[in-house]
């Protein structure tokens, strides 16, 4: 017989597999199959041989990454070419001898490192985060025996005990179960528990369709069970997402690309500038090579903007205290920024843009639909029918349903520090809420009617029974559990009056597809009176004889303000996507509450599975809504609308969202409900999980920017007003009307604390009514280069004017160069009133009269330029002389001039051209 190559290798691809755990698809595996794979054996391992496969397997843990301790950490924090900048102007200061200014740059610098270093933390403890989750301890067989040991001891083919409240311990394959559920949703972000079976799913099932296996990190919600260790540590669903947040690349924000290629931009052309004009001076006026050389270094020192790096750090530091107060928390001083600059967020449904709280809220009877409203667990909220808020006394029929959910039920709901919380199944919790409402009082309820046996749930019935007592002397079974299996045992129904009619099965099976399709989870819920004497509950007893009562759709509702966040953000010209784990029909009707767009066309994993790249983002930058998503599909969705040139922002609560969160160009975690290591992964965290901080957050990123820019427009002209006319002294071989000690004065003091008054400038009124900057928009963009071309020549005609009239009516050349650096000064402070109002004219009481950080830094300028120029001490270090008072006068009279020019120059734009947007980016 001949075997054929192709035969031989899918035979041994075959063997492989079978022998190698971390390749098999446990949740299709029998019973059977998987004992035989573990090599384990229903009544549990022997001692001897979970020590042995421990020493082999390794503990169920996962690795400590490698982490840099604090020394490296803060010296990581000058790792900026902003810094470089800083730096590099503190060398030049300090060659030109003046330690006072190199101190001044320095301590800058230091104090920038420090704020980085405490805002940033423990940057990368997202694995150690994830570690935390995995259970400490877990119930095993060992030797026959049930025995409690460390979780970290677990090993392949170990029988594990799970009962309500315990986290699962290792990745499980389900053996039995009883009623279990388990709340999955830091994995799969379902809000609702998963029924857990030994039967076993597809090999192509998506992770929440799992219901044969029990994974590591998970809640067990309800109900009993076992499971037999598939995996541990590392091959865990938590350890392969460990592994991918390894290998996730973090990206640079907006701002920081965009600052480096600015600073990169300024650096090349003063060096190009000033060897032009070395060469020059040097072989083309016959100037000393030293004389042209230190000429040369004041160019440089007039150029380089040195207070930029400060000012963009204050004015982040600015607009972090300023999300404090907002109940966020940034993690990182740029990520305020970038949240400003994003396109695109993508959020996770579940406890983000929902509660994470099911809530009952539809009931349906055998002639009417009603709603109820109130959103969480405490009982507040009412029912209303045909929008009307009803009297639930009036419909006896919703009572008697009530009764039923409170009574077959094993949850109970308490209110503990203001917070209202349920013990046990979240969905048991609603149906109890559900009563409180309308008109039970659950613990009253089950004291008089105490329950004599029940049925608990299970998935291979899918209902649950109770057998109740009264104090009247009867007896009642109560029976909850999915519509299509209740129904089929009911004999009738009650209609209206309370009265017993026959069974509509098509009615109830058409009423229960019409609040699935809602995106509700749907209950079925029904009685029938019991033999007093009756003590135990079979079931054969519950079924074919039972009075359907009525229908309750549950659903995990949106937060009330999400829905004005994602309106808001809409108006910013924001695309929100819901990215979740949950089902496609229960996201696309949350989708639609919260107002997305194309809210009907849901993405689903499995067709993300089947997409290629390019065809991946252009369905990602359509389509708004995607379902049953994992770990991988959220980290590719990023990338691709990323590589479409969207500027992203993900938000999430879960384990499952932290590599998402890790890529995205910026990551908000929820701060109450989130775990830590999605808190870990994430640049901000929003310690109120509210949705609407988010669109507060973008507004408060968008004024940061625009104060940015509004600083930026300020400090160049500034400094190329200073490098024009020491350019133009050297190449017409003129005195400097300025030296460069003078210079580095008015760089490091006066324009620093003036521009500082712009980083705590309020937000434009329209500021979330434009859409976002493009992700790769350049700093210098036209009007930036026009402004800095045009105020630079303002400022060296005033330089050069002031100086060379100083000069004609006899004044020392110190005198002079004393007139030219407080005209420069002054010009700055007019100047300061015009960059404040780009769009508007500033020749207004609201402009003139200022804020009060414009006012105090006015002043303080006003102070420190006085002592600049009749303080003895400061002639000593920059060579000033007193000026008289006409002298004065005339320097003051250069200002209004300036404005004046510049006012006429926002009227001739806003002529020529639509108004210069609020971003500065015409």
């Known amino acids: 017989m001949t075997i054929h190559r192709a035969g031989i290798s899918a035979i041994a691809s075959e063997i492989a ?67 470089y900048v800083l730096l590099a102007a503190a060398t030049v200061t300090a ?73 699962v311990p290792a990745d499980l394959r389900v053996i039995a179960s009883y ?67 390894e290998t996730v690349e973090t990206t640079t924000t907006p701002l920081l690309r965009q600052m ?86 993508c959020s996770d449904k579940t406890g983000t843009l929902t509660r994470n709280e099911i809530t009952v809220a539809s009931v349906a009877t055998a002639r009417r639909l009603f709603h109820v409203t109130g959103a969480g667990y405490g009982p507040c909220g009412n029912v209303a029918l045909e929008g009307r808020d009803i009297d639930v006394s009036v419909y006896p029929l919703l009572g008697a349903l009530a009764r039923g959910a409170i009574l077959c039920n094993d949850a109970d709901i308490a209110e503990i520090r203001g917070t209202w919380s349920v013990t046990g199944d979240p969905m048991e919790g609603a149906l109890v809420s559900f009563g409180w409402k309308a008109g039970h009082e659950p613990d009253a309820l089950r004291l008089a009617n105490p329950r004599a046996d029940a049925i608990p749930f299970d998935a291979a019935h899918r209902f649950m029974a109770t057998l109740h007592l009264d ?80 229908l309750l759709g549950l659903i995990d509702p ?27 029909g229960t996201a696309s009707a949350i989708a639609r509450s919260l107002g997305l767009e194309n809210a009907g066309e849901v993405l689903t994993g499995a067709e993300i599975d089947r997409l290629g790249d390019d065809d991946l983002r252009r369905a990602a930058a359509r389509i708004n809504v995607f379902a049953r998503t994992s770990p ?84 160049l002209p500034v400094n190329g007003g200073e490098a024009l006319a020491l350019i133009l002294a050297l190449l017409l071989g003129l005195t400097l009307p300025i030296t460069p000690v003078q210079v580095l004065w008015v760089n490091m003091v006066s324009s620093v604390v003036l521009a500082m008054a712009l980083a705590f400038e309020g937000p434009e009124p329209d500021i979330m009514r434009r859409p976002p900057r493009r992700a790769d928009e350049p700093i210098l963009s036209r009007f930036v280069l026009w402004r800095v071309g045009f105020v630079s020549v303002l400022f060296s005609s005033g330089i050069f004017g002031m100086f060379t009239l100083a000069q004609a009516q006899g004044a020392s050349l110190e005198e002079a160069r004393t007139m030219a650096v407080n005209t420069l000064v002054f010009m700055e402070i007019f100047y300061l009133f015009s960059v404040r109002f780009l769009n508007t004219t500033s020749l207004s009481l609201r402009a003139i009269l200022g804020t009060r950080p414009v006012i105090f830094a006015i002043a303080a300028v006003t102070l420190l330029q006085l002592a600049f120029t009749y303080a003895p001490f400061m002639e000593a270090f920059f060579d000033t002389r007193p000026l008289s008072l006409v002298q004065g006068l005339t320097i003051v009279a250069i200002g209004p001039l300036l404005l004046l020019v510049l006012e006429i120059e926002k009227r001739v734009l806003r002529g020529s051209r639509p108004a210069v947007p609020r971003s500065l980016n015409p």
């Open 17 to 83: 597999t079978e022998r190698d755990p971390a390749k098999t698809q446990w949740h299709e595996r029998s019973v059977e199959e998987v004992l035989s794979l573990v090599d384990g054996e229903t009544s549990g391992l022997s001692s001897a041989v979970a020590a042995e496969r421990l020493r082999t397997d390794g503990p169920n843990r996962l690795p400590e990454p490698p982490r840099a301790g604090p020394l490296a950490r803060f010296l990581r924090q000058f790792h900026n070419l902003l810094i």
């Open 179 to 245: 009623g279990l559920r388990i709340q999955e949703a830091v994995l799969t972000g379902e809000s609702v528990p998963v029924d857990k079976s030994t039967t076993p799913v597809d090999q192509d099932a998506s992770l929440g369709d799992r219901r044969s296996m029990a994974f590591s990190g998970a809640l067990v919600a309800a109900g009993a069970g076992r499971g037999i260790v598939v995996a541990t540590g590392t091959e865990t669903e938590i350890g392969r997402i460990s592994g991918m947040l």
């Open 632 to 715: 991988e599909h959220k980290l590719r969705l990023v990338e691709a609308l990323q590589a479409g040139g969207a500027a992203v922002a993900m938000t999430g609560d879960g384990v499952n969202d932290a590599p998402a969160l890790k890529r995205a160009d910026i990551g908000v975690a929820m701060g109450r409900t989130g775990t830590a290591a999605a808190k870990e992964a994430a640049e901000i965290v929003l310690a109120d999980d509210n949705f609407a901080t988010i669109a507060e957050a973008v507004r408060a990123g968008r004024t940061v920017y625009d104060n940015l820019k509004k600083a930026i427009v300020f400090l």
């Open 558 to 584: 949106p937060r009330e303000e999400a829905v004005a966040a994602v309106a808001e953000c809409h108006a910013a010209g924001i695309r929100v996507k819901m990215i979740t784990g949950d089902h496609a």
């Open 95 to 167: 060659t030109l001898g003046h330690l006072v200014d190199t101190g001044v740059i320095l301590a800058v610098v230091c104090v920038n490192a420090i704020i980085g270093f405490v805002q940033e933390g423990k940057a990368e403890q997202a694995l150690s985060a994830i570690k935390n989750m995995l259970a400490p301890e877990a119930r095993v067989l060992r030797d026959g025996r049930r025995v409690l040991v460390p979780a970290e001891e677990l090993v392949r083919g170990d029988i594990v005990a799970l009962e309500p409240g315990d986290r």
């Open 260 to 345: 480096e290629g600015f600073a990169r931009t300024i650096t090349l052309a003063i060096l190009a500038i000033a060897t032009l004009i070395l060469m020059f001076g040097y072989f083309g006026s016959g100037m000393s090579f030293r004389d042209i050389f230190m000429a040369v270094v004041g160019l440089s020192v007039a150029a380089i903007p040195e207070g930029l790096p400060a000012i963009l750090t204050v004015t982040l530091a600015i607009g972090v205290q300023g999300m404090a107060a907002r109940r966020a928390i940034v993690r990182r001083l740029p990520a305020i920024e970038a949240l400003g600059s994003v396109s695109v967020i």
């Open 471 to 550: 104090r009247e002397g009867g007896a009642a079974i109560h029976v909850k559990g999915a519509p299509e299996r209740v129904i089929a045992m009911c004999a009738s129904q009650y209609g209206e009056g309370n009265n017993r009619e026959p069974l509509d099965p098509e009615y109830w099976v058409r009423r229960a597809e019409e609040i699935a399709a809602s995106g509700q989870r749907v209950l079925a819920i029904a009685t029938r009176k019991a033999d007093p004497a009756q003590r135990t509950l079979s079931f054969g007893e519950v079924d074919g004889d039972l009075t359907l009562l009525g």
